[in-house]
């Protein structure tokens, strides 16, 4: 007499298992076995969507934080100390009181402030006028003109400035040579202080004219020809509709340029470097390379990275302020 199946399987065992074959009964998937619940005790994978995002900018983070955070903060350190390597000592703010101090320094911001005032408004007009011919339908081969204004930018700083330096020499250069030709004397454009400063606006005014014009051109191509047609209508003459349509409508590119002029200008050090090395007398000695004869010839990097603030500070300022007075009006 045989056994019913509850009776013959051991105690605990599945009764499903009975009626299986005896090399099946009791076997588990090892996948299966004694898993227990999914929820809360599941790993948690490290794909998914909400962390996708961040795997994505994980690169650029960390990029920025190895080679612009990193150098910031370590800038700001060195600018708190004073001494080369290790001997390097905390001062707390004794760099920037001697800059507050130095005059070297302010002839510095001063000849950089005399360039900004003199050459960004001088090259951004004349972009501003280029702009509007190249703009015009009754200029012949505007492509070829285009591509001509535009090539100086593509030039490289240091380039611009060796051939300028040949340009402007006092015996041979090509400029004295034109002059001569109308009886003019030679000018001392590298020797002179005055005329040292007129040779570096002259070269930034050559390299980054074409730039601007091509920034604004784009701008006045997007100015919807309706608006001139009814100024046209109702009697607005050109200069009118210049004042009235075309600045009003190009009033963010402007503010772009202008910015950007600003910063560059306060930045300026491969053209005069080039041209004249800071001189003559450091009548083109600027505050970027004042701040690289400190760090780079003197090897004072705590004064260095002071200078470096210092002028970040002005930057930040000065585009505030045009930001202020230029920006849309709400």
Do not use: C
């Amino acid at each position: 007499m045989s056994l019913a199946p509850s009776e013959s399987a051991p105690a605990g065992a599945p009764a499903a298992s009975a009626g299986l074959p005896a090399g099946r009964r009791g076997h588990r998937r090892p996948g299966r076995a004694a898993r227990p619940g999914r929820a809360g005790t599941g790993r948690r994978r490290l794909l998914t969507r909400a962390s996708v995002p961040y795997l994505l900018i994980m690169p650029a983070v960390l990029g920025f934080a190895v080679f612009k955070a990193y150098p910031i903060a370590a800038s700001f350190w060195i600018s708190l100390t004073t001494g080369n390597g290790d001997a390097r000592e905390f001062a707390g703010l004794a760099n920037y009181r001697r800059l507050l101090d130095d005059p070297l320094f302010w002839t510095a911001l001063r000849n950089t402030a005399l360039i900004l005032v003199v050459q960004v408004p001088l090259m951004l007009g004349l972009a501003l006028l280029v702009a509007l011919g190249l703009n015009s339908t009754r200029v012949w081969l505007r492509p070829l003109w285009r591509l001509g204004v535009f090539v100086p930018s593509l030039t490289g700083l240091v380039a611009a400035g060796v051939m300028f330096s040949v340009i402007l020499n006092h015996d041979a250069g090509l400029l004295n040579w034109v002059l001569s030709l109308f009886g003019i004397d030679r000018v001392n454009w590298l020797g002179s202080p005055f005329w040292a400063r007129v040779g570096v606006v002259l070269v930034l005014t050559w390299h980054y004219t074409g730039y601007n014009a091509v920034m604004y051109l784009a701008g006045l191509q997007g100015i919807p020809k309706e608006l001139y047609e009814a100024a046209m209508v109702d009697g607005a003459g050109p200069v009118r509709r210049f004042f009235a349509i075309t600045l009003p409508q190009l009033r963010p590119i402007l503010l772009l340029t202008v910015v950007l002029s600003t910063i560059g200008t306060l930045q300026l050090f491969d053209e005069p470097y080039v041209l004249t090395g800071g001189g003559p007398d450091n009548a083109t000695l600027t505050v970027t390379m004042y701040l690289y004869n400190n760090g780079f010839k003197y090897f004072d990097f705590g004064y260095a990275s002071a200078l470096a603030y210092a002028l970040a500070l002005i930057v930040s300022v000065l585009g505030v302020l045009q930001v202020r007075l230029m920006g849309e009006r709400r």
